[in-house]
């Protein structure tokens, strides 16, 4: 079965738990352990360090966020390897960012 969102419509946004406050998430695929969102960080968003069990992939589709000293505007593709420690992440003006977890450890 195929599953079709539209990644630009506002339908499906919700509050993202786990985030800080004024962060939107649209889940776009969720099973057996991998998951693809879209993130959507409000102005001045920031999140501290953290590591994930599996590959952590971004796609930065609007706006910019900025990471270990490093700015990542749109069309950043950014692959993040499993147990790595990665941010602190911060945004001045807020992105949207496609966030994809492999179950490939």
């Known amino acids: ?6 990644i630009y419509d506002e339908l499906g946004w919700k509050k ?3 985030y800080p406050v004024g ?4 889940v776009l695929r969720d099973e057996n352990g991998a998951k693809t ?7 001045g968003f920031h999140m501290d360090s953290h590591t994930h069990v599996y590959n952590e992939q ?3 589709l609007e706006g910019e966020y900025e ?3 490093k700015i ?3 069309g950043t593709y950014r692959s993040i390897p499993a147990h790595k ?3 602190p992440f911060t945004s001045k003006s807020g992105a949207v960012i496609l966030v994809i977890w492999d179950t490939m450890k």
């Not at 962060?23 to 649209?26: A, L």
Request: net charge positive.
């Open 16 to 18: 993202a738990t786990g």
């Open 85 to 87: 420690d990665h941010g």
């Open 58 to 60: 971004h796609v930065v």
């Open 72 to 74: 990542f505007p749109s």
């Open 23 to 26: 962060t939107r998430i649209k």
């Open 67 to 69: 990471s270990e000293g």
């Open 1 to 6: 079965m195929k599953h079709v969102t539209n």
């Open 37 to 43: 969102i879209l993130l959507k960080l409000s102005a």
